[in-house]
């Protein structure tokens, strides 16, 4: 087993997830079978009951595992299926020694950091590293570890000596360390500054670390002489040098990385130059092209309760991303904080009311994600109706879908007090039930976690359709309410179709609406396991109604062949098509 470790300096936030997924696509392009790790050093046991205010959005993975949003990243340029062991904390690891500890497997010896905590981050890497990620037999060949933070974080030390000790343990050969730091450019003198660099460098050589490759995130790529110096103080060969300067969009960098061959000194360092093939990017460059030069644009409505912080909805905006590729349009997100669509913002600032009214009114399809609490609900019951009366393309997810529900109930229905039990529990119109099987005591890992299946109740539905008429799905869950099944009936009559549950037809899955464009709601998250090569279904959905060629998504899904050319919409496509449903050609229309 190889291992390349990415860590970062200097400041938070270079990329080094990004980071981390290129590298490991580039080594998978070379003809390598890749997993990942990420560490994080806080104390949590997982991402789930963290704000993602504090930490982004909560990934989730098919075994139900709540983590890092990295982890989606990882998902997304490899293609793989993480468990939650990819993701490792300060927190499982004290919690694992521990139990030992109380068992009494240390045999009444004194439990230290040092042996005990270094040995089971060890441990724990070795184990995970050999279990395969892409649906083949035997270990993988490359394990990529990110840790969290940067060199010198106080919480991270007992990570950076058990690595420390892994790396030895290894040996040479083995073992790769990427140093992701920063050189800024000061706008007084225009100069690219090393000296940020070199005393991360200096930090993590003092805490037994050697980088073997820089990776220098700038603004424009490093000039020679910047690059003569940091190999003079850092102690690393000016080829090993690469720059992660700006680019258009996160898909250009592995390319970057390809383009100045840093998986070539990576195979070097961990000899895999014989095992290697020459890295195959063709599908991933050709992806990257269409994405550049799409110009015209759909706009997409984001009625969320996060609007001020893009990564609380990482995964949705990266579906939607993919679905508009897919469909050859320019993705235009609007964020509309669902508050600002109350009746009580147009009183204290109708400003503010007006704004978000009109982006809303402006917007070719609206998507309401999921979260929790009361906050914007009645903002997102607003822009739900709207999209129902209005024939505006809607997803909703998750409580986006709830919410549908709700509102349907008390528009339709004449149920003005329909809620969920979640902001209203004495309502006497619960659409939206409490599950019989939560904790209302713990939070983490106590709701409906992960990959749960659902199985089509009408085939000739859009979701069917999108999904290749398939008679089921398998998609990931994270949600404590659940639309209440003793309501069915009197809702399907109304023209609101329930048209996916689970395997018992208690749970209600997927929902749509009877003679409108495109109004679905699901409980799940499509989002977690949307690909840039193959869209989520149901985005993919939303970003044809909202392109207006919504048709030709449906005749086309499920139907592409390996390597072809298609006709579709009002043009032909002259690209390849993939397997994977998308077209990357110059014709007019969709292109699926």
């Known amino acids: 087993m190889k291992y390349v470790l990415v860590t970062g300096g200097v400041v938070s936030g270079l990329g080094k997830g990004v980071t981390a997924s290129s590298i490991g696509l580039l080594l998978q392009a070379c003809g390598l079978r890749v997993t990942s790790i990420k560490i994080d050093p806080y104390l949590n046991t997982d991402a789930g009951t963290m704000s993602p205010f504090e930490h982004g959005e909560v990934f989730v993975l098919d075994d139900g595992g709540e983590v890092d949003l990295d982890l989606g990243n990882y998902e997304r340029f490899l293609d793989s299926t993480l468990t939650r062991d990819n993701n490792l904390t300060t927190g499982k690891i004290y919690q694992a020694v521990i139990d030992k500890e109380r068992k009494g497997d240390y045999l009444g010896r004194t439990v230290q950091v040092v042996p005990h905590i270094t040995d089971a981050i060890q441990e724990w890497i070795e184990r995970v590293a050999n279990v395969p990620v892409d649906g083949k037999e035997g270990p993988p060949d490359v394990c990529v570890i990110e840790l969290g933070g940067t060199i010198g974080d106080i919480e991270s030390m007992p990570f950076i000596e058990a690595l420390g000790q892994f790396s030895y343990k290894v040996g040479p050969g083995n073992f790769c360390i990427v140093h992701v730091s920063l050189v800024p450019v000061l706008s007084v003198v225009g100069e690219q500054k090393t000296k940020p660099t070199q005393h ?92 550049d030069t799409l110009q015209e644009p759909v706009r997409i409505a984001m009625v969320g309760k996060y609007t001020g912080l893009t990564d609380s909805y990482l995964s949705v905006l990266k579906a939607l991303l993919h679905a508009s590729v897919a469909c050859h349009k320019k993705l235009v997100v609007d964020w509309v904080a669902a508050s600002d669509l109350e009746e009580i913002t147009a009183h204290e600032a109708p400003d503010v009311h007006k704004a978000a009214w009109d982006l809303l009114k402006g917007a070719d399809g609206i998507l309401v994600p999921g979260g929790f609490g009361d906050r914007g609900v009645q903002g997102k019951i607003l822009a739900t109706k709207y999209a129902r009366e209005n024939q505006v393309p809607f997803l909703g997810i998750c409580l986006g879908m709830q919410l549908a529900v709700v509102e349907f109930a008390r528009s339709i229905l004449g149920f003005e007090d ?25 939070m983490g890992g106590t709701m409906r976690l992960g990959s749960r299946r659902t199985h089509f109740q009408v085939l000739d539905c859009k979701s069917a359709k999108l999904y290749g008429n398939a008679k089921f799905v398998d998609e990931r869950h994270r949600h404590r309410y659940e639309v209440n099944p003793d309501m069915i ?43 840039p090569g193959k869209p989520s279904a149901l985005f993919l959905g939303l970003i044809a109604a909202a392109s207006g060629c919504l048709e030709a998504a449906l005749q086309a899904s499920g139907k592409v062949s390996k390597v072809s050319t298609t006709r579709v919409a009002n043009g032909t496509a002259t690209g390849k098509v993939y397997q994977n449903g998308s077209v990357y050609g110059n014709g007019n229309g969709l292109h699926h």
């Open 200 to 291: 991360s460098v200096r930090g993590l050589r003092s805490l037994g670390l050697t980088p073997n490759i820089l990776a220098c995130r700038s603004t424009k790529a490093l000039e020679d002489n910047v690059k003569t110096k940091l190999s003079q103080f850092c102690h690393v060969p000016e080829e090993n040098i690469v720059t992660l300067y700006d680019v258009p969009n996160i898909w250009h960098v592995p390319l970057l990385l390809r383009d100045q061959k840093a998986h070539e000194a990576i195979l070097k360092e961990l000899n895999l130059l014989g095992k290697a093939v020459e890295a195959d990017v063709t599908e991933w460059t050709a992806r990257t092209k269409v994405y």
């Open 418 to 442: 329909a809620n969920s039990t979640e902001f209203e529990p004495e309502t006497s119109s619960p659409c939206v039930i409490f599950m019989p099987e939560g904790s209302t005591t713990h």
């Open 489 to 531: 009936q009197e809702i399907e009559n109304a023209g609101l179709l329930f048209v996916g549950k689970d395997e018992t037809g208690r749970r209600m899955e997927i929902v749509e609406l009877q003679n409108h464009p495109y109004f679905v709601g699901v409980q799940f998250h499509p989002e977690f396991k949307s690909r």
